[in-house]
T-cell receptor, first 110, second 117 residues
Framework: DAKTTQPNSMESNEEEPVHLPCNHS???????IHWYRQLPSQGPEYVIHGLTSNVNNRMASLAIAEDRKSSTLILHRATLRDAAVYYC???????????FGTGTRLQVFP | NAGVMQNPRHLVRRRGQEARLRCSPMKGHSHVYWYRQLPEEGLKFMVY????????ESGMPKERFSAEFPKEGPSILRIQQVVRGDSAAYFCASSPTPGHTSTDTQYFGPGTRLTVL
């Protein structure tokens, strides 16, 4: 399975933008990039996914590098509720499971 | 539409006892996944089931662990003769599609936290 590399932790102040990076240099052409997050004492929740083009939804934006070897999850205005572990996951075609790495623990300060 | 439900939320067992964890998928979802999260670690895939079928059990320990998803009722993850190393959070997820695409979303439950004394 393709692997991803993320920083162990990041910090942000409330209402500031947050850019969470993810490196996936061995990505193949059919791998989708998914992001999930896990709030404290909860199960993971889906955030966003994309293939080649940048994507926006109500939670976040996903910026994908032109060579697809890296991507960035963007939270436009961090809130205290965004404090969580963020996981960048590559999903191959015809795969059923999610392969979680160690993720990035985001701390948000008031 | 209720989300994925898991019970119990907390389970305490003594070494050698059996643990049964239940998962009710979201309404209309017929695909269930189980993941285990050891303390301070990421989630690890265990097993993927459809109604009455195990599709992928590549992450299941070879002994003591079993899973089922009967035609009626919740999915059950069963751990026999628990040991302290089984202490972890067990998460269930469900999806509405066959799980063979790269785009489907998995919806997770709140987890069952198993403590083995």
């Amino acid at each position: 399975d393709a692997k991803t590399t993320q920083p162990n932790s990041m910090e942000s102040n409330e209402e500031e933008p947050v850019h969470l990076p993810c490196n996936h240099s061995t990505i193949s052409g059919t791998d989708y990039i998914h992001w999930y997050r896990q709030l404290p004492s909860q199960g993971p929740e889906y955030v966003i996914h994309g293939l080649t083009s940048n994507v926006n939804n109500r939670m976040a934006s996903l910026a994908i590098a032109e060579d697809r070897k890296s991507s960035t999850l963007i939270l436009h205005r961090a809130t205290l509720r965004d404090a969580a572990v963020y996981y960048c996951i590559l999903r191959e075609g015809n795969t059923d499971k999610l392969i979680f790495g160690t993720g990035t623990r985001l701390q948000v300060f008031p | 539409n209720a989300g994925v439900m898991q019970n119990p939320r907390h389970l305490v067992r003594r070494r050698g006892q059996e643990a049964r964890l239940r998962c009710s998928p979201m309404k209309g979802h017929s695909h269930v996944y189980w993941y285990r999260q050891l303390p301070e670690e990421g989630l690890k895939f265990m097993v993927y089931l459809q109604k009455e079928n195990i599709i992928d059990e590549s992450g299941m320990p070879k002994e003591r662990f079993s899973a089922e998803f009967p035609k009626e009722g919740p999915s059950i993850l069963r751990i026999q003769q628990v040991v302290r190393g089984d202490s972890a959070a067990y998460f269930c997820a469900s999806s509405p599609t066959p799980g063979h695409t790269s785009t489907d979303t998995q919806y997770f439950g709140p987890g069952t936290r198993l403590t083995v004394l």
